[in-house]
């Protein structure tokens, strides 16, 4: 892709800040370069010198020049290292916006054009995303993971193999006549489809792993009225987030405060005490809360031992029963997984582990995450079912025809084909600057 304009934009963080990088892309940065600083730079190499405009010095910094195509975009790039301070930053980007054929970037268009010039392909930018975003170790490691090309190598392989695949089926087709052409070919051709089947099947299977990941570990809280729920909920926190009362039903929204266990985000939910007769507000947050526990990956049941209320729970939801109070009761542990004091600390650090340890469970184990999205599960399976189809076709014009739909799909995964519908949605999460 050629540009036609050049585009700039600050990089960094909120200003003031101790530093701030304006960057460009485009066919003009040569001409900004020298336009404020005096000249261009050595290619990657960082000199130091005077910003000004209108004959007026704007600040000393730092000036980087990146010529394309090795560059992060594909195009001729360039860095402004200038400190930090709101004037200067307004000064240097009212130099650059007097330059014709420059303009503010829009959001994600530094990625966008590096897509559009083969730097990156779409599981990468999405990757970068989410590396962008990560709060935790192991967001971070498994935005790495995409960023690097796991995902992208898997699909790249497996669309090599549905063209070498059609191949085979259309020289089946054409010179089935031929002397050369392998007789049985056919059972072959399935068997290595029904191969690929499995090992699409199977990273598609991992996308609620990515997903826990990505969004968090949801743990819901759930017990009868003073139980102990929020009590618990802040001692997990180690703050106040959420009202603490002896009243029954002061709990009737929930309360959400996310933790880092072992790296991973955990998002535990406070939710209202369920009982019978509650009156209709109350019901409301039973009901919310029952529903916490239907989407939820862990329930905590917690039950006060000093006067234990029981709580029906659908049979499918994963729970550690936890008994409450502690404190005031003895510690009888034959009926509860751990026991709890909110209030002095007992069992608290015991339980953070229980639940990183439930979390590890749901999770593989030295092969790693593949940061997979609910964007590539759609093609995958799509791709799936394609090949499932091309298995099942008694004419081998369909199987080959089948074939080709499950490569475009694969395709489709990293950018490859039609995917301009895409484009804006994936790109309009980033931030200006990237």
Known sequence: ?????????????????????????GPGVRHALEKVSGSVPPPRVARFGAFSHDGEV????IMLFFPGPASATGEDCGEFHVHGSPAVVKGLTAALSSLEGFRLAEPGEFSRRAFLNGRMDLTAVESLSDLIAAETDQQRRLALSGVSGRLRDLCLGWRHELQTLRAKVEAELDFSDQDDVEPGLNDTLREQMGSLIG??????????EAEIVREGFRVAILGAPNAGKSSLLNALAMRDVAIVSEEPGTTRDLVEVALEIDGYKVIVTDTAG?????????????ERARAAAESADLVILLEDMSNPQPVD?????EVIRVGSKSDIRERDADNYDIVVSS???????????????????????????????????GHILRARDALLRACEAVEIEIAAEELRVAAVEIGRVVGLGDTEDLLGEIFSRFCIGK
């Open 313 to 317: 729970l659908n049979a499918k939801h």
């Open 274 to 286: 369920i009982r019978e007769g509650a009156g209709i507000a109350e019901t409301m947050g039973i």
């Open 58 to 61: 704007l600040d000393h910094g």
């Open 199 to 208: 090992r699409i099947e199977a990273v598609a299977a991992r996308f609620r």
């Open 1 to 25: 892709m050629r540009s036609t304009e050049t585009i700039f934009a600050l990089s960094t963080g909120h200003l003031p800040s101790g530093i701030a990088i304006v960057r460009m892309s």
């Open 343 to 377: 209030l002095n600390g007992y069992g608290i650090a015991d339980l953070v582990k229980m639940v990183g340890t439930r979390l590890r469970e749901r999770l593989p184990g030295g092969e790693g995450l593949i940061s997979v999205r609910e964007r590539h599960v």
